[in-house]
């Protein structure tokens, strides 16, 4: 294997660095606390006028997706909130991967002028890991399509333009057969989108869908195709779109920190062997996490479609994120319970925060248990358990 | 950037793995215990020149790289092979550095002792100690080599490993201070990335093994492969395989290329060889003892019996790592370089 990065790869990376350190502020970090929406208008406008965005999108222009890694990765490493901008740049790629023409030439440009954003109806009251059931009905009517339900988790709704929803088209057939998506704008009549507050800050929201007319250009993939397009929707989110490099930042945030402090024995933090340890133990993890993430890119820069790779990165990087968020805790207690402008707290309360949001990432894009199913059915052969 | 095996690697790991599959089935692993060596294998393993394969073209090797001996490792492992190969190929090369080789194509084992001789000047429990002539280690500030018979028995041990100690005393000394520390530093690190590799292949064969028996064996009328428990359970394995396999790639691949790299822990961005090396040692190891135990623990009692596989495959994972210490020791050796000194108390 090689591991090694072109010229050309190792420039990009710079100029990601360098709109980071050029754009990025603390105000913008401390807004996607207060509001709750983990989204930098100002990074994406910025990303959208370097360029950056095109080559971002997987499948699509020129772009690589080594690259399109390597952009999120820098901006997660950088702490900088970029859920909005990825779910846009997922929902490109889905569209360019199965998206009509007519589809792309309305949608692609707005993605890419970096001002719009686009949220994932997937998830509904009654069912998430059991995504296939969902119930939204939508019922054909000339030209149009005709959408009742509600969606659950719909993050990102409130400031998106666009949702990707995932809808019940045939209610008589086996589940996996009767699903269809759309992509849609959320300002149709008949849709309603109301605040849910998670006990990481992060807003998200539940949306009705109240006999919502749908022109059939909006309809993504064939009818009742909606499955084939969710494996790509998943392949693209899981791995490739961020959500994995989470480690970085907490073990930059506590090390900083903990340089600092000294612990009851007057000794600084950071000398303590069991910290020692485990700081490095969370490096290695993050190495894992930022290969088997690399991988996922490399598979599809190279054709393929990185579904399994996905889910095994998921699972490795999140349970280590959550394993680092409890390690550190415990080192910067009691100091790590204080969250963020309280004096003294630990990481200026990024510990504090860390504890808090951990734990959704292995709820949310697959939980670790389908993760794993998934590998035990697809890759390792077993008998499907349920 | 290519993350995938090379059609170079891909034919070493062909041939190897066939080489390993015919020469050592898991009755050849009994046979030698409980010494963990088996000459025979050895010479034949010599016969195909692969102990030397790594070694300096000048002095009749073959010149691969760390990557192409990674790949032989990794076949090692999966059937757990009691030859020193990993020792041999990291000492000759060592020693090849230092313009002192042995002959090249000699059944005669070299091994490298891990942990520096204690006052009384013996290295404990080198690996391959109880089969190798030659052994290359630190004493003090300097690297010292000694030839001797070797003791041809090894202390009873969990991995029947050829472990034993050895005296440095009237040994040559190779190289001292500085000189003697980076030669060592980098041997280490080239025994650390190809134990990987081997962990790398325990983990393969484990998995292997847990899955064609949950895959065979009936309980409540049904696979036990089929209940989630265990699904769940052994869903774990690929996802440390590829950790592990990724991770000692990137350490081999880090070891090919001339002078330190980077450690910049803040923005995650390794390419350091020695780091890289112990980083893959530490992952694959724990990795290669959770695939082991998730493995046994499928198999039920008959895991835990002599007759089943999968024992063999346990008490190495643990015992090819433990014996360069404790691992948080390691850890600590890397927060060094990752983190800078512990800070001197006044
Ligand atoms: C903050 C946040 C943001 C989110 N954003 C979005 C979004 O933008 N769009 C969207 O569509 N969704 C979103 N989600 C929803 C998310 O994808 C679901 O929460 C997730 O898929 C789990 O579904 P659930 O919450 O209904 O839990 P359930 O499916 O009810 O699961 C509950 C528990 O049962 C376990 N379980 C369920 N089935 C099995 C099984 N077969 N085998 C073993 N264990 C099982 C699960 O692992 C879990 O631990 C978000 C969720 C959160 C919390």
Redesign the pocket.
Known sequence: MDFSLTPAQVEYRERIRTLIREVHRPEHTERQHRTGTFDSPEINRALAAGGFLERAIPGYGDGDPIELWMLFNELEKAAVPADGIA?ALMVAGVIAYVGTEAQKAEFLPQVLAGDTLV?????EPE?????ASAQTRAVRDGDDWVVNGA??????AHVAKWVLLLTRTDPDVPKHRGLTFFLIPLDLPGITIDAVY?M?T?R?NATFYDDVRVPDRYRVGEVDGGWRVMAVALAFERGLMGGTAAGVPLLRHFHHWAANVRDDDGRRLVDDPLVRERMVRVAVDNEVAALMTLRTAYIAATGGLPGLEGSMVKVHATEAYQRAARWFSEAAAPAALLQFDQPGAAAEGWIEYDLRHSP?TT????????NR?NIAERHLGLPKA? | MRLEPTEDERTIAEVFGGFFRNECPPAVVRAAEPLGFDIGLWARLVGTGAPDMGRAEAVGGGGAALTDLAVVAEQVGRTVAPVPFVEHAVACRLLDRLGVSPPVGATEVATLALRPAGAAGDWTLVPAGAVAGTVVGLVGDDLVCVHGPPPGGAPANHAAMPVADRASGGGTVLASAAAAREAFAVARAEWQTLTASACVGIITTALDLAIAYVTERHQFDRPIGSF?AIQQQLADLPIVLEGATLLTAKAAWAGDRPGRGTVDVDRADITDFPVLAGMAFLHAAEAAALATDRALHAHGGYGYSEEYDIQLLYRRARGWALVAGDPARECRRLADAMFGPVEEVA
């Open positions: 779910m949220s994932l109806g997937y998830s069912c998430g890991s059991d995504v969606k659950m988790w719909t993050t990102m998670t990481g992060e998200t959704v709820i949310y894009g697959g939980t670790s248990e389908i199913n349920r | 989630q």
